[in-house]
């Protein structure tokens, strides 16, 4: 079974402008979360999405944002860049939202913001 | 408030010797425990969880940890390391509903297996 895929791998980005990560869930998961990973503030949690409604949401300002689709696949967004946006961000599937079940995640898409 | 800490922000241990990464936490409720490693510029790799019953959880890699209630710990072992084990080690807790997520991750812990 293929896991979790996310494009694209490598993105530069200049101040001020908006930019759109995806992630594909692995088959048959239905739930999706995006977390930011950083040197200084480490991994934190973004949102989650389930059957395309969002479930969860951190502590980030409204520029942050997400959508999940029928197919489960997902997106986040981010408007207005700023330098500090510059992180990996990474996605993880589950089959559900049970806090039981263990989250897969992507390679993660790294931002560089100029 | 659920938390977790890591105490140790590096290990350093030589190979063919045993290895442990520490990790407490504190939740309310029953917790449910995790252990992800990560590579340099890769994603997470889940290696195990402790959901309910035996103590002692074995994982991938010959990773093991032990969850102990009375002093709400989760170290990860492994009895001999590999120079290949060396990597980021994260411990997260899961909290279904949470708006810190359904992972909260420690801060990390970076081992490095000494050849």
């Known amino acids: 079974k293929a896991g979790v895929t996310q494009t694209p791998r490598y993105l530069i980005k200049t101040r001020g402008q908006q930019v759109t990560l995806s992630c594909s869930p692995i088959?048959?998961?239905?739930?999706v979360s995006w977390y930011q990973q950083t040197p200084g503030q480490g991994l934190q949690f973004l949102f989650e999405y389930f059957s395309e409604t969002q479930r969860n949401k951190g502590n980030f300002p409204g520029r942050f944002s997400g959508r999940q689709f029928s197919n489960s696949r997902s997106e986040m967004n981010v408007s207005t860049l700023e330098l500090g946006d510059s992180a990996l961000y990474l996605c993880a599937s589950s089959v559900g939202t049970s806090g039981t079940e263990t989250q897969y995640f992507g390679p993660g898409t790294r931002l560089l913001v100029l | 408030a659920q938390s977790v800490a890591q105490p140790e922000d590096q290990v350093n241990v030589a190979e063919g010797n045993p290895l442990t990464v520490k990790c407490t936490y504190s939740?309310?409720?029953?917790?449910?425990l995790f252990w992800y490693v990560q590579y340099p510029n890769r994603g997470l790799q889940f290696l195990l969880k402790y959901i309910t019953g035996d103590n002692l959880v074995k994982g991938s890699y010959g990773f093991e940890a032990e969850f102990n209630k009375s002093q709400t710990s989760f170290h990860l072992k492994k009895p001999s390391a590999l120079v290949s084990d060396s990597a980021l080690y994260f411990c997260a807790v899961s909290r279904k509903g949470s708006t810190l997520g359904r992972l909260y991750f420690g801060r990390g812990t970076q081992l490095t297996v000494w050849p």
């Open positions: 939740v309310s409720g029953n917790p449910y």
């Open positions: 088959s048959g998961h239905r739930s």
